[in-house]
């Protein structure tokens, strides 16, 4: 749940969910009102129409029988008495003062200082489908009425017995259902707005494992075509400039072989031993540099299809090569775990850094479990280690700690960039730590592969 809030899924959902549900209960709590309001109105128009054909008829009947008569004519929310010794007057209300305008001349209406006792016990009207309650705002109050024969009679207006609102629908499940189908619709339109960009996302990530993945389908609104067009045209550049730049170098590393290969042979007629050695030790030099420039730019191009491995058989299968190759390699653990990625070019990155612990540190103890979904692979040597403030500089092309240029120490300062960039284009990483036993360990990290994803 945390994850689906913290996603942009998450958040959109929420806003439109949210702003959803206030304005309709803003709409609906605005439309109540008004119509409660405009009910007490049409109520307060009844009333005085009533009240006003209640008095007449009350004068026509004589004196002896209207005590009789109003037994029999008074109705709910309307009562009218014949009163001896009326209350004081208050306040006039707009009620009264409407009631002595349709009655005429000849007839005085006041409002009483006190109010019925059922003013303080009305009903409270509902709103929103009866979560809340508004306090009745119609005419409710006594009124002292002097008929023109000198008759003195109490008008008592009285609020409503029950609520506007019938009790025969399940208002409430009303209101679930309503809620329920706007989290669905804010849900769906989330979905919508957010797959485009969650598909621009992957592809994105596919795109630093497979230059070579198929380009993206220019479908959904316009702008998102236009999005998917230039992520489109923005591969065709990378994967023809990768193309170009790898033909680059192996069209010179070809070229350079020939002058190469005659300069070892004419070397081979030198007189001179010892200049003859070290001529040739150059020469073997600069031949090793132009393969491993090589293998890096071929570590930045992605042809090689991405298929499920094993890592386990990989990782034994290099121990065992490095072994049979005279170096001291040990190798502990299991991760137990498929892997997705091109089997040369992994064989590669763990062969360059099992050679740059066994070059340095005499020995490389590989350590391989699985943590956080991921394989961990820790690589540690025997050697004195690199400076912290070195630690970040090593991966960078031919950048050396050993300031030796002999074969032996020094190498071409390739290898590590090279596993580096082969680590990345799988999704993983690589990072150096001095151990605190001694030694240099290198840590690699590589997802794992979940096939129905």
């Known amino acids: 749940m945390k994850a ?34 405009d009910w007490e109105r049409q109520r307060d128009q009844h009333l005085l129409e009533r009240a006003e054909q209640l008095i007449m008829a009350t004068e026509i009947v ?7 008569y109003l037994d029999v004519a008074n109705r709910p929310g309307l009562e009218l008495q014949v009163s001896e010794g009326l209350p004081p007057d208050g306040a006039i209300t707009p009620f009264a003062r409407l009631l002595s305008t349709r009655l005429g001349k000849g007839y005085q209406v006041a409002s009483a200082a006190t109010r019925p006792p059922a003013c303080d016990s009305a009903v409270s009207q509902p709103l929103m489908y009866g979560l809340l309650n508004l306090d009745y705002g119609g005419a409710c109050e006594s009124l002292n009425i002097h008929l023109r024969d000198g008759a003195e009679l109490r008008l008592s207006v009285l609020p409503p017995r029950g609520s506007l609102i019938s009790g ?47 380009p993206l389908d220019l479908t959904g609104a316009s702008e998102i075509r236009q ?68 293998v890096l730019a071929r570590s930045m191009d992605t042809t090689e299809t991405m298929q499920a ?20 390699v040990t190798l502990t653990g299991r991760a137990a775990m498929a892997l997705l990625g091109r089997p040369l070019d992994l064989r590669r990155c763990l062969g360059n850094l099992i050679d740059n612990a066994v070059k340095y540190g005499r020995e490389a103890r590989v350590t391989v479990d699985r ?7 820790r690589i540690r040597d025997n050697g004195p280690g690199i400076p912290k403030t070195e630690l970040g500089r090593v991966f960078d092309p031919f950048y050396r700690v050993e300031t030796s240029r002999s ?47």
Not at 7 to 19: A, P, Q, Y
């Open 168 to 214: 025969d629908t399940d208002l409430r499940a009303l209101v679930l259902l309503f809620m329920f189908s706007i989290a669905v619709l804010a849900y769906l339109v989330a979905r919508m707005t957010v797959r485009p960009f969650k598909q621009l996302a992957q592809a994105a990530q596919d795109l630093g494992q497979d230059i070579n993945r198929a």
């Open 227 to 294: 999005a998917s067009a230039a992520f489109n045209a923005m591969q065709a550049r990378i994967r023809q400039y990768i193309f170009q730049r790898t033909q680059m170098l192996a069209a010179i590393t070809h070229d350079l072989q020939t002058p190469l290969t005659r300069m070892r042979l004419r070397l081979e007629k030198v007189s001179d031993g010892e200049l003859q050695e070290r001529l040739i030790g150059d020469l073997s030099a600069m031949q090793q540099m132009v393969r491993e420039g090589l």
């Open 62 to 68: 004589p004196a002896s029988a209207r005590s009789i």
């Open 4 to 37: 689906f809030l913290g996603s942009m899924t998450g958040r959109v959902f929420i806003t439109l969910l949210l702003g959803v549900l206030i304005s309709a209960t803003l709409t609906q709590l605005a439309a109540d009102y008004q119509r409660l309001r």
């Open 309 to 328: 491995l094993d890592l386990d058989s990989l990782l034994e299968a290099v121990c065992a090569d490095a072994s049979d190759a005279g170096q001291e």
């Open 407 to 453: 074969r032996e120490s020094g190498g071409t300062g390739l290898g590590l960039t090279i596993a580096r960039n082969i680590a990345e284009h799988h999704g993983g990483s690589i990072t150096l730590a001095n151990h605190p036993e001694g030694g240099l360990e290198v840590t690699l990290m590589l997802p794992e592969y979940y096939p129905n994803k």
């Open 371 to 377: 943590i956080n979904g991921a394989a961990r692979i």
